[in-house]
């Protein structure tokens, strides 16, 4: 994602366009084991012709900052991106953590998080939510969804580890479900 979001945190239209046609001629790729591919080829595809062909997409991608660094949103971005601890974190690296995400094929396996199901079905059939969502939990810290009158917040969990009661103690968030 590095090349197709400059460091000014804009979207490289001319890299984008690129990127398309070489997966468009390039989609279906031969060789051993390769069958599992087509389906994220076809999505990754699928994806990046919304942010040639609809304008909400890149307006979407825009709207997605740089975090305070308390909220946890840097330590995540820097670990999507493979960021050293002491690189400076910038909006361009929050979009191009953001693009990553939606971009990258989620599954769910054995001892995945509940969650993750509600997340593939988000990113893959309404990924400007998903955008938002990532927006959400970088600026916020949170995700909260509002059912029948009452609001669900979650808190944004950067430990690989421990369990998200565990996790929402130590930063002191109410942890509900």
């Avoid at 599954?107 to 993750?116: K, L």
């Amino acid at each position: 994602v590095d090349f197709l979001i400059d460091d000014h945190g804009e979207l490289h239209q001319p890299v984008l366009k690129r990127a398309i046609l070489i997966l468009e001629e390039n989609l279906y790729a031969l060789g051993p084991n390769l069958y599992h591919d087509q389906e994220r080829m076809e999505y990754l595809l699928q994806t990046l012709r919304l942010f040639h062909a609809d304008r909400d997409f890149p307006r979407a991608l825009k709207k997605i900052y740089c975090p305070e660094e308390p909220l946890g949103g840097q330590k995540l971005i820097r670990e999507t991106l493979f960021l050293p601890q002491n690189t400076p974190v910038t909006d361009a690296d929050a979009r191009r953590a953001a693009l990553a995400a939606l971009l990258t094929s989620l599954r769910q396996t054995v001892g995945s998080c509940f969650a993750t199901a509600p997340a593939i079905l988000i990113q893959q059939e309404q990924p400007l939510r998903f955008l938002e969502d990532i927006k959400q939990l970088f600026a916020f810290g949170r995700l909260t969804r509002l059912f029948e009158g009452v609001e669900y917040t979650v808190p944004l969990n950067t430990n690989w580890g421990g369990s998200p009661t565990e996790n929402a103690l130590l930063k002191g968030w109410e942890y509900t479900l």
